[in-house]
């Protein structure tokens, strides 16, 4: 079984349009995570989050939300698509210890025509 | 912020040890040295960590300078199958400083 999976692995869509990304642990986690990975191959952390803080990181548009239906899932929902936002998308989880390891998802590659 | 300082590239012959060398000398004390290591279009995997000590598992080994200021992953015997960007990373353990904060990384190459 995939510990972090993410769906769809690869997304084309139109500037403008609005899309999600989902992913889900089957882990039991208590925080969740996504990270960006620009044409230079940068991983940048957008969020983490578990049921008692949200962190976003400031250079992040709001155009781009985490949603969250429950502890398991993490989606994130992309306004307006622009260009600039095609990249790959990772999820990722970890145990709320101090030291513990973080899982990743296996990325979702978006592409904004 | 990324903290850390990594060669961008390093070529090891299959068979071989590879080190890899991380700085980190604005670290502190209750900063834990993470490498994790991504390979070509897929997530980040977890590799080893560790806070003073010496730590060995199953995939690598970390040697960490007494002053913690530098760090070295370690792979015994690199397969062609741990050709991959490597990333050494420093966590605090608390709030925004627990996310993993990537950098650059080293791109190794096992060459057969």
């Known amino acids: 079984d995939t510990a972090v999976s993410q769906t769809p692995k690869y997304l084309v869509t139109q500037m403008g349009n609005d899309k999600s990304i989902k992913c889900e642990q089957n882990?039991?986690?208590?925080?969740m995570y996504w990270y960006k990975q620009d044409s230079k191959k940068f991983l940048k952390i957008m969020f983490s989050?578990?049921?008692?803080?949200?962190?976003i990181n400031e250079t992040v548009p709001n155009r781009f939300s985490p949603k969250s239906p429950d502890k398991a899932h993490l989606n994130l929902h992309i306004n307006s698509l622009e260009l600039g936002d095609s990249a790959v998308y990772f999820c990722?989880?970890?145990?709320?210890?101090?030291?513990?390891?973080?899982?990743f998802g296996q990325g979702t590659r978006l592409t904004v025509v | 912020d990324a903290k850390t300082t990594q060669p961008p590239s390093m070529d090891c012959a299959e068979g071989r040890a590879a080190n890899l060398p991380c700085n980190h000398s604005?670290?502190?004390?209750?900063?834990?040295v993470y490498w994790y290591r991504q390979i070509h279009s897929q997530g980040p995997q977890y590799i080893i960590h560790?806070?003073?000590n010496n730590e060995t598992n199953e995939m690598a080994s970390l040697i960490i300078t007494e002053d913690r200021k530098s760090s070295t992953l370690i792979l015994p015997h690199a397969t062609l199958r741990d050709t991959a960007v490597y990333y050494c990373i420093v966590r605090g353990q608390s709030g925004s400083a627990r996310q993993l904060t990537f950098g650059s990384g080293t791109q190794l190459t096992v060459l057969p």
């Open positions: 882990l039991g986690h208590d925080t």
């Open positions: 604005t670290i502190s004390g209750n900063e834990y």
């Open positions: 989050y578990n049921n008692k803080e949200l962190i």
């Open positions: 990722a989880s970890r145990s709320g210890g101090s030291q513990s390891e973080a899982f």
């Open positions: 560790g806070l003073k």
